[in-house]
T-cell receptor
């Protein structure tokens, strides 16, 4: 099976812009979670989607949003980018929920200048 | 709030020496606990979880509810074990995952 894929892999944006990141889960997986990874804060949970519904949300401002499509692919959007949003954004998929085994994608490296 | 701590940012051991990566957690419910590993230039991947009580690549981890710890151990470290290790907690009923800050293990020849 193909693993979790994320596009794009690298992105450079300017403060104030918005960005959309995409995640394609492993075939058959219905749960998609997003994480932000930074050197200072480590891995922080953003949100989880299952069957096109947001099931959990981490402690991030409303500028961070996401959605999931009927084919389980997910997108996350960050509006009004700030310098502090520069990070590696990881997507992970699971077969079901609750599920303890998450499969991670390679991440999208976002740089905000 | 739930929290996962890993006191060592960097742990260096010699090949063949025992290794223990510490993980402590605070959570009022019954969590599920995991160790994830990220080798150089590879994706984050599950190493083991406490409910399966298995040994993966020679690593074991025991959940100590009294001490709220889930330390990762291996009796004889190998150079290929060098990686970033993250302890993670999943809240009851499949809620959020909380990751620790990670420990970088360096196994010296």
């Amino acid at each position: 099976k193909a693993g979790v894929t994320q596009t794009p892999r690298y992105l450079i944006k300017t403060r104030g812009q918005q960005v959309t990141l995409s995640c394609s889960p492993i075939s058959g997986h219905r749960s998609v979670s997003w994480y932000q990874q930074t050197p200072g804060q480590g891995l922080q949970f953003l949100f989880e989607y299952f069957s096109e519904t947001q099931r959990n949300k981490g402690n991030f401002p409303g500028r961070f949003s996401g959605r999931q499509f009927s084919n389980s692919r997910s997108e996350m959007n960050v509006s009004t980018l700030e310098l502090g949003d520069s990070a590696l954004y990881l997507c992970a998929s699971s077969l079901r929920r609750p599920s303890s085994e998450q499969y991670f994608g390679p991440g999208t490296r976002l740089t905000v200048t | 709030a739930q929290r996962v701590t890993q006191p060592e940012k960097l742990l260096s051991v010699f090949k063949g020496a025992p290794v223990e990566l510490k993980c402590n957690y605070s959570y009022s419910g019954s969590p599920e606990l995991f160790w994830y590993v990220q080798y150089s230039r590879q994706r984050l991947q599950l190493l083991l979880r406490h409910i399966s009580r298995e040994s993966i690549k020679g690593f074991t981890a025991d959940l100590n509810k009294g001490e709220t710890s889930f330390h990762l151990k291996k009796p004889f470290a190998q150079e290929e074990d060098s990686a970033m290790y993250y302890c993670a907690l999943q809240e009851t009923y499949g809620q959020n995952f909380v990751f620790g800050p990670g420990t970088r293990l360096s196994v010296l020849p």
